[in-house]
């Protein structure tokens, strides 16, 4: 780490200066404010909309220290300038870890406001980058990676996972899940792609999301007075079938993720899919 790293103005890449309320722009004169002692980096925020203080704290708290992703840890162990996108609550509070999110969800957890699209660092300015479950919410996530690739030194590296088989989730909104080729091919452009694959830092419980449907379903019909008996008798017994099949499920998804016994099965129904990739030198 050689010093905090610079906010830029996400409009026109100027270094920005601090303000008593915030940051200005000498460049193109736009002002930024801060939520909450946040700054907000975002070009005309509405900051009533990206406060979720109040309504939105439903996310919980994490440590990305703690999650057992080996290329997280390999950068916080080499002492990386890192940028998370989309923090949330990560409690991880570090001078070399740089924590933005598109929303304020507690002021203890984030370092500052800055949209995906339009990232308020210079080019080069970290070593490491890194989102979990963000690119799903993103409008047009090859811009995102365009800003990666921007704001990372050439050889620096990234992590991103991405939903894959996920229901509708998510504040503001769910655009794109992904595949393994469509998250691999984000990132091809400006990167060397080292690992793309199912990702076993999801919960697996999420791949049960299809047979939660079905069971609701089921028991609807079962209890449906007005059925005719052997369809509520069928209802049953699905929903039955349904509840022993989720539990022997779950037990079986870790031992999945290993190959090669079930994994081709397995990549057909991950909840989530990840990508390592290394940032190309510039030509
Ligand atoms: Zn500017």
Redesign the pocket.
């Known amino acids: 780490v050689t010093g905090p790293i610079a906010f830029?103005?996400?409009?026109?890449?100027?270094t920005?200066a601090a303000t008593p309320t915030g940051h200005a722009?000498?460049?193109?004169?736009?002002a930024y404010d801060a939520l909450a002692g946040v700054p907000v980096l975002v070009?005309d925020a509405d900051l009533a909309a990206i406060d979720l203080r109040e309504t939105g704290g439903h996310l919980p708290t994490y440590d990305c220290a703690g999650m057992g992703i080996p290329s997280v840890d390999a950068a916080l162990a080499r002492g990386d300038r890192i940028l998370e996108l989309g923090a949330g609550l990560d409690s991880h509070r570090a001078e070399n870890v740089v924590r933005t999110d598109a929303f304020v969800y507690g002021t203890d957890h984030l370092d500052l406001v800055a949209d995906a699209h339009a990232l308020p660092f210079a080019a080069g300015s970290f070593d490491f980058v890194f989102s979990l479950a963000v690119f799903e919410h993103l409008h047009s996530p090859w811009l995102a990676a365009k800003e990666i690739a921007r704001v990372l030194r050439p050889g620096g590296s990234c992590y991103t996972l991405a939903a894959f088989q996920q229901p509708l989730h998510g504040y503001p909104d769910h655009y794109f899940n992904a595949t393994e080729s469509g998250l691999r091919r984000l990132f091809e452009d400006d990167f060397e792609v080292q690992e793309a694959g199912p990702s076993r830092f999801c919960p697996h419980r999420q791949s049960l999301e299809p047979g939660l449907r079905m069971r609701e379903m089921a028991r609807e019909l079962r209890d449906d007075a007005t059925a005719p008996w052997r369809t509520r008798w069928r209802a049953r017994r699905l929903d039955r079938a349904l509840m022993t099949a989720g539990q022997q499920f779950l037990q079986l998804a870790d031992d999945m993720t290993r190959r090669p016994v079930g994994y081709e099965s397995w990549r057909r129904i991950a909840p989530a899919v990840e990508v390592v990739a290394v940032r190309r030198d510039a030509r």
């Open positions: 830029c103005c996400p409009r026109c890449h100027t920005l722009c000498a460049s193109c004169t736009t070009p």
